[in-house]
């Protein structure tokens, strides 16, 4: 049995409005994510979960299904992606759909590899954990060089360490999370949590996990499809 993809978009987005559908190189931003999971044949189905018509109307001219319209109120800014899915997934299942694995993507992080897809999946059915999440080794530290603001203005470390390291390689790794989240149905429905107990991370390269958040990195992903960088 294949596992799904569930691609979640709502209209409402803030630091750059209506990025799940701006074009880059005539193209609509979620195309790209929706075209590539079609291509890879891992999934045998694509779904978009969205409560926007025009999202809606063009996920479906690029292959994608979208199979009910999500309530507006989970596609509200306070709105948890763990509430999102779980919608999804339990929508899914009421119409007929059958899944032991589901892959949440997000399209604003467009260079995801199909091959990291693949280990996901694999390394779930090997070990028969909750969940895989997609992560790369990041150079911003809490045991090195993040500091919080306290309430007297003065900064504090984020970890606050007996010795601290006096160069970044010598602290502690820490890894960023970013678009490829890989669940088992039966134990995401049973947590219904976005971090179930048993997850898995696969280390992923950092340029494939460039995330849309702001019209800097859009710029910079622009860029990239622009020049064709290849990951």
Avoid at 44 to 65: N, Q
Avoid at 96 to 124: A, H, Q, W
Avoid at 217 to 228: C, L, S
Wanted: net charge positive; proline share 6%; glycine share 4%.
């Amino acid at each position: 049995m294949k596992p799904i993809c569930i691609i979640p978009a709502r209209g409402g987005s803030k630091g750059v409005p209506r990025k799940n559908i701006r074009r880059i190189l005539n193209k609509p931003l979620i195309a790209y994510t929706i075209e590539k999971s079609l291509k890879s044949n891992i999934f045998s189905h694509v779904i978009v979960s969205t409560e926007d018509k025009e999202i809606a109307k063009i996920s479906k001219k690029y292959g994608a299904e979208v199979p009910f319209m999500r309530p507006k109120n989970l596609a509200k800014d306070n709105t948890s992606m763990a509430d999102v899915l779980i919608h999804a997934v339990k929508k899914l299942l009421s119409l007929g759909y059958s899944f032991e694995i589901f892959v949440n993507r997000d399209c604003t992080v467009p260079f995801i590899r199909n091959s990291d897809i693949k280990s996901s999946i694999s390394l779930m059915k090997k070990t028969n954990c909750d969940a895989v999440y997609g992560v790369y080794e990041q150079h911003f530290n809490p045991y090195f060089n993040m500091i919080e603001i306290q309430k007297n203005g003065y900064i504090e470390f984020s970890k606050k360490l007996k010795i601290k390291p006096t160069r970044r390689q010598d602290a502690k790794k820490v890894y960023q999370l970013n678009g490829l989240f890989t669940y088992n149905t039966k134990q995401f429905l049973k947590f219904e949590n976005q971090y179930p107990p048993k997850g898995l991370p696969i280390i992923i390269p950092p340029e494939s996990g460039i995330m849309i958040d702001t019209e800097l990195e859009f710029k910079i992903v622009e860029m990239m499809f622009k020049q064709k960088i290849k990951i």
